[in-house]
Each structure stands twice: as structure tokens, then as C-alpha cells.
């Protein structure tokens, strides 16, 4: 599976999301870092059985070694799971070994666009929304409706209006929002143009 993104246009988006941050303040202090610490090498010591991770999106794998100490790096194929008909081949899902200690310049996009996820109205908008995955945890920015920063928002509306020029995410994009749509999923926009 290619992407048309360019490892150097990556290298970019990570630059501009590093400057910004949902909220002023540390967000995982408000929550233990649940995000971070719901899997890792940890919870499996202990029993737990999350796998919580994410699959990086086509094309950004290049800006990793697959190496990386603090990643467990897994490559499954995508007619193998629920993606577009358009993706075939390697998707690579990543999950923090260390959490929650982990290079923050290094975070996957997943992990630098939360708590909002990118959603196609049914006029072809691009919208963002408050995230709906089903999480193991509470994300308080989530269930209180947390005021996001205005430089994040607007960054992360900037970053996915560029991502989805490439046919592939543009088709999971357009997958999850008719999935939402399909499910009745009920979920709040935060920002569209």
C-alpha cells in the first residue's frame, strides 16, 4: 500500500503539531495519563489484557526505524481487518512500551490529533468531531467537553484538510464517517469551515 504523502511532508505536519497542544496545561495529569498507561509491557505484567494501540496512518511508517525501544510494532494486512477496499497490503499498528515515558516529538498523528477525529458530512465537509472510539478509559477532556485550544484545533484542521488529498486516507476518513452515519453514532462537531 503507497502513499502519495512524502516521509519530508510528514517530517512537516509532525513539526507544526509538536507546536501546539489541546490545552494549556498537561491533559494527562488530569487523567493518570490514561491514554498512555492503558497498555503497554506493564499492564501485561499485571494481567491486563489491552492492546491498546494505533495503526499508523499509510505512509507515516517512514518516519520510523521499527526499531524504536519504546514501540511494539506490529504489521498485519489490511484485507485482514475492517479498512477501505482501496487499502491492501501492510497497515502497521504501534503500541507504547513504556508508558507513559515516550519521546513526545516521536507521538504517531493518532496520538497528536486526540481527542478529535476528522468526519465527511454528508456533503463532503470536512467537520472535526469530538472522538467516539470505544475506549478502555475516561478521557475527561472528552466527557467534559474540555474548551480545546484554538491553535490545536485550527492545526489539526489544517493537517487533516492536507492528509485527505491522499486517496487513502480519504477513504478511511470517508469509511468512518459513513460508518458513524450508518451506526447513528451521536457526535458533537468542533470545528468546520
Not at 467537520?127 to 484545533?153: D, G, H
Request: hydrophobic letters at 35%; one cysteine or more.
Amino acid at each position: 500500500m503507497k502513499s502519495n504523502i512524502k516521509k519530508k511532508t510528514y517530517q512537516a505536519i509532525y513539526r507544526l503539531l509538536d507546536r501546539v497542544s489541546p490545552i494549556t496545561e498537561d491533559c494527562g495529569a488530569l487523567c493518570g495519563a490514561a491514554c498512555c498507561t492503558c497498555g503497554g509491557d506493564s499492564q501485561e505484567e499485571e494481567g491486563l489484557d489491552y492492546d491498546l494501540g494505533i495503526y499508523l496512518l499509510p505512509g507515516e511508517e517512514k518516519l520510523f526505524t521499527m526499531k524504536e525501544e519504546w514501540l511494539k510494532w506490529s504489521v498485519e494486512y489490511a484485507e485482514d481487518y475492517d479498512f477501505p477496499d482501496s487499502w491492501f497490503g501492510k497497515v502497521y499498528f504501534v503500541r507504547c512500551k513504556t508508558p507513559p515515558v515516550c519521546p513526545r516529538e516521536s507521538r504517531p498523528l493518532q496520538c497528536r490529533f486526540f481527542p478529535l477525529a476528522p468526519h465527511l458530512s454528508e456533503e463532503g465537509r470536512l467537520q472535526l468531531i469530538w472522538s467516539t472510539s470505544e475506549l478502555p478509559y475516561s478521557c475527561p477532556l472528552i466527557t467534559e467537553k474540555r474548551a480545546l485550544n484554538a491553535s490545536f484545533i485550527q492545526a489539526t484542521y489544517t493537517v487533516w484538510k492536507h492528509l485527505i488529498r491522499d486517496t487513502l486516507i480519504f477513504d478511511l476518513v470517508e469509511m468512518d464517517s459513513q460508518d458513524r452515519e450508518a451506526a447513528g453514532v451521536n457526535y458533537q462537531v468542533v470545528y468546520q469551515l
